[in-house]
């Protein structure tokens, strides 16, 4: 059975096959009513004119003859293009429980203003005119405050202006559809907002689909909204095109003041795009406006990307107490190697100057290692392999840390022949180490994660048949797609695979290695590079000037050799930092 919707669609479609239909069905009526008409009439009450037809036709009942006349003239009224009627049960229990926790609320000057969805652990896609108070074209000044509550209940500040922004049309200000697309080119009611820190890594974000869905009609619709500020839960409904306009799409589900902004899925619970706001007046009135993904997310890729994997850090958890001083090439590599697809399948991190028994880089690392990990929104678990206390069994030991992490790892049994009493003891590690390596990626696979083995430098000495394990297991993990490596310390140590000076140097194909970050020391140079990101991301401004005197005082009086300074002066750099990262924050606003 044909809907009303089906034939405003018709209408939109095919209008000269439509407008003959309909003047066919009002025989004997005098002068019959055309699109034309209708056209007009939908330009005065700002509506769309097939609607406005359909409506006529109800209210003469000839809705019934103007569909037949439709089939006689050859065009199918398809339903079946409709949405399906069959949930998968399995994905829409998923969605709905990430779906509670990356949606929030936007608040401009401390008023709530509209919806939000978390794209990453410290970004909020949301509507443009949400975060504005003056309309396109207009300088606010000064700029409002704009934060973002989350699903845990607790506000964030937002940067202001956003890191990306598109306005929305002139008439869409004012609450008007868009006629045609000229009216809103390279214009999507668009914001990225970041927030002061990655204060969501702990809740989750909605994943960008690798394949964009395209801008279709009769789709399937969830949108994630707060409808006059209340939480209606999940509205579901269908999509539709608008006449003349392809840069926004129409949907049937109710709304209200506050759901502009909320992040719609489609039937496979991919982030289809932005509700918007209300198609029109008049009879489009009970119909939402929405602006498709595929129109704006090239301009935001980057920026998720970066949001999620960053190849540079100055802090770690928002807390000035934890920067982050020279281990840009940690950082990078971490991000290279957390792809899907890449040769880097970990990171050793070796001392340059073992003998002095400064193991400051190496603990800090898994500190790292552990906050950008976090940001990925739990696709990557972090394991750690201490080696503190000899293990009369290195491989059961990890088996053991793995399952209690979440992975349940069943290994195969031994073929057979390369059994401890039966093999030598090279033959036999690699023989466990590799049965091992292929249950962890299985069970990884299995769960749509990748697991992370962080291995310390050990605290006493290796026995020999632990370093047979590790050796063995370093080999055998390399080799699977679900495993990745950061080896700390060990610098003695022979292990298998290439080792990468960085990650470009992995560029081109070849056998998959580690990338081997060198720790012990830092310059003046990582101290600007530090300095220069808090500025940036604190107050959005750069004083290359301030920044280089903040630097010479916080060194003041430490020894360097070489233009190298120690470790151990790290504490006491930090704590002279603190004064102007206090000034900055001020200055940014932050409070």
């Given at each position: 059975?044909w809907?009303?919707?089906?034939?405003?669609?018709?209408?939109?479609r095919?209008?000269a096959?439509?407008?003959e239909?309909?003047q066919?069905?009002?025989?004997?009526?005098g002068?019959?009513?055309?699109?034309?008409?209708?056209?007009?009439?939908?330009?005065?009450?700002?509506?769309?004119?097939?609607?406005?037809?359909?409506?006529?036709?109800?209210?003469?009942?000839?809705?019934?003859?103007f569909?037949?006349?439709?089939?006689?003239?050859?065009l199918?009224?398809?339903?079946?293009?409709?949405?399906?009627?069959?949930?998968?049960?399995?994905g829409m229990?998923?969605?709905?429980?990430?779906?509670?926790?990356?949606?929030?609320?936007?608040?401009?000057?401390?008023?709530?203003?509209?919806?939000?969805?978390?794209?990453?652990?410290?970004?909020?896609?949301?509507?443009?005119h949400?975060?504005r108070?003056q309309?396109?074209?207009i300088?606010?000044?000064?700029?409002p405050?704009?934060?973002?509550?989350?699903?845990?209940?607790?506000?964030?500040?937002?940067?202001?202006?956003?890191s990306y922004?598109?306005?929305?049309?002139?008439?869409?200000?004012?609450?008007?559809?868009?006629?045609?697309?000229?009216?809103?080119?390279?214009?999507?009611?668009?914001?990225?907002?970041a927030l002061?820190?990655p204060?969501?890594?702990?809740?989750?974000?909605?994943?960008?689909?690798?394949?964009?869905?395209?801008?279709?009609?009769?789709?399937?619709?969830?949108?994630?909204?707060?409808?006059m500020?209340?939480?209606?839960q999940?509205?579901e409904?269908?999509?539709w095109?608008?006449?003349s306009?392809?840069?926004?799409?129409?949907?049937?589900?109710k709304t209200?003041?506050?759901?502009?902004?909320g992040?719609?899925?489609?039937?496979?619970y991919?982030l289809f795009?932005?509700?918007?706001?209300?198609?029109?007046?008049?009879?489009?009135?009970?119909?939402?406006?929405?602006?498709?993904?595929?129109?704006?997310i090239?301009?935001?890729?980057a920026?998720?990307?970066?949001?999620?994997?960053?190849?540079?850090?100055?802090?770690?958890?928002?807390?000035?107490s934890?920067l982050?001083?020279?281990?840009d090439?940690?950082?990078?590599?971490?991000?290279?190697?957390?792809?899907e697809?890449?040769?880097?399948?970990?990171?050793?991190?070796?001392?340059r100057?073992?003998?002095?028994?400064?193991?400051?880089?190496l603990?800090?690392?898994?500190?790292?290692l552990?906050?950008?990990?976090?940001?990925?929104?739990?696709?990557?678990?972090?394991?750690?392999?201490?080696?503190?206390?000899?293990?009369?069994?290195?491989?059961s030991?990890?088996?053991?840390?793995i399952?209690?992490?979440g992975?349940?790892a069943?290994?195969?049994?031994?073929?057979?022949?390369?059994?401890?009493?039966?093999?030598?003891?090279?033959a036999?590690?690699?023989?466990?180490?590799?049965r091992?390596?292929?249950?962890?990626n299985e069970?990884?696979?299995?769960?749509?994660?990748?697991?992370?083995?962080?291995?310390?430098?050990?605290?006493?000495?290796l026995?020999e048949p632990?370093r047979?394990h590790?050796?063995?297991?370093?080999?055998?993990?390399?080799?699977?797609?679900?495993?990745?490596?950061?080896?700390?310390g060990?610098?003695?140590?022979?292990?298998?695979g290439?080792?990468?000076?960085?990650p470009?140097?992995?560029a081109?194909?070849g056998?998959?290695?580690?990338?081997?970050?060198?720790?012990?020391?830092?310059?003046?140079?990582?101290?600007?590079?530090?300095?220069t990101?808090?500025a940036?991301?604190?107050?959005g401004?750069v004083?290359?000037?301030g920044?280089?005197d903040?630097?010479?005082?916080a060194?003041?009086g430490?020894?360097?050799?070489?233009g190298?300074y120690?470790?151990p002066?790290?504490s006491?750099?930090?704590?002279?930092?603190?004064?102007?990262?206090t000034?900055?924050r001020?200055?940014?606003?932050i409070?």
């Amino acid at each position: 059975m044909w809907t009303e919707e089906d034939l405003i669609e018709i209408i939109h479609r095919f209008p000269a096959v439509a407008d003959e239909a309909l003047q066919a069905v009002q025989q004997g009526e005098g002068t019959p009513l055309t699109l034309d008409a209708f056209e007009a009439a939908a330009a005065v009450l700002q509506t769309d004119a097939a609607e406005l037809c359909i409506g006529q036709l109800v209210a003469k009942g000839l809705l019934d003859g103007f569909a037949q006349a439709l089939r006689a003239r050859g065009l199918e009224i398809d339903t079946t293009a409709a949405v399906s009627d069959r949930i998968n049960f399995e994905g829409m229990s998923d969605f709905l429980e990430r779906a509670k926790t990356f949606r929030c609320r936007v608040e401009v000057d401390d008023t709530f203003r509209g919806s939000g969805c978390l794209v990453g652990p410290g970004l909020v896609l949301t509507a443009w005119h949400v975060v504005r108070v003056q309309g396109p074209g207009i300088v606010q000044n000064p700029e409002p405050k704009v934060s973002v509550t989350l699903a845990d209940g607790s506000t964030h500040q937002a940067a202001v202006p956003p890191s990306y922004a598109s306005p929305c049309g002139d008439d869409e200000w004012r609450s008007l559809s868009p006629r045609s697309d000229a009216d809103v080119l390279d214009r999507h009611d668009v914001a990225l907002l970041a927030l002061r820190t990655p204060a969501a890594r702990h809740l989750g974000f909605a994943r960008i689909p690798a394949v964009v869905p395209p801008a279709a009609s009769r789709s399937k619709l969830y949108l994630l909204d707060f409808p006059m500020g209340q939480d209606k839960q999940l509205g579901e409904g269908t999509t539709w095109k608008i006449r003349s306009v392809s840069a926004r799409l129409r949907h049937d589900i109710k709304t209200g003041s506050g759901s502009s902004g909320g992040a719609c899925f489609n039937s496979s619970y991919e982030l289809f795009g932005l509700h918007q706001g209300g198609h029109g007046k008049g009879r489009n009135g009970k119909y939402g406006r929405l602006v498709p993904l595929s129109l704006f997310i090239d301009d935001l890729a980057a920026l998720i990307t970066t949001d999620i994997a960053p190849t540079g850090l100055w802090h770690l958890d928002g807390q000035s107490s934890q920067l982050v001083i020279g281990r840009d090439l940690f950082v990078s590599a971490v991000a290279e190697a957390g792809k899907e697809t890449t040769r880097v399948r970990g990171i050793r991190v070796k001392r340059r100057n073992v003998a002095g028994g400064d193991e400051t880089g190496l603990g800090f690392s898994h500190r790292m290692l552990n906050e950008l990990l976090l940001r990925r929104g739990g696709e990557h678990l972090l394991v750690r392999i201490p080696l503190d206390e000899p293990v009369a069994d290195l491989i059961s030991d990890i088996s053991q840390r793995i399952q209690a992490a979440g992975v349940a790892a069943t290994l195969v049994p031994s073929p057979g022949g390369v059994d401890p009493a039966q093999a030598a003891p090279e033959a036999a590690a690699r023989d466990q180490a590799s049965r091992l390596a292929a249950a962890v990626n299985e069970a990884a696979a299995e769960l749509g994660r990748t697991v992370w083995l962080f291995v310390d430098t050990p605290s006493v000495p290796l026995p020999e048949p632990a370093r047979l394990h590790l050796e063995g297991l370093v080999a055998a993990c390399l080799a699977q797609p679900r495993i990745r490596l950061v080896i700390a310390g060990l610098e003695t140590m022979p292990l298998a695979g290439l080792e990468f000076s960085a990650p470009e140097a992995a560029a081109v194909d070849g056998p998959p290695g580690m990338v081997v970050d060198y720790v012990g020391g830092f310059t003046r140079d990582d101290l600007l590079n530090c300095l220069t990101r808090a500025a940036e991301e604190l107050s959005g401004e750069v004083d290359a000037g301030g920044i280089g005197d903040q630097a010479d005082l916080a060194l003041l009086g430490l020894d360097d050799f070489n233009g190298v300074y120690g470790d151990p002066d790290l504490s006491t750099v930090v704590a002279r930092l603190q004064p102007y990262l206090t000034l900055l924050r001020r200055r940014g606003g932050i409070a």
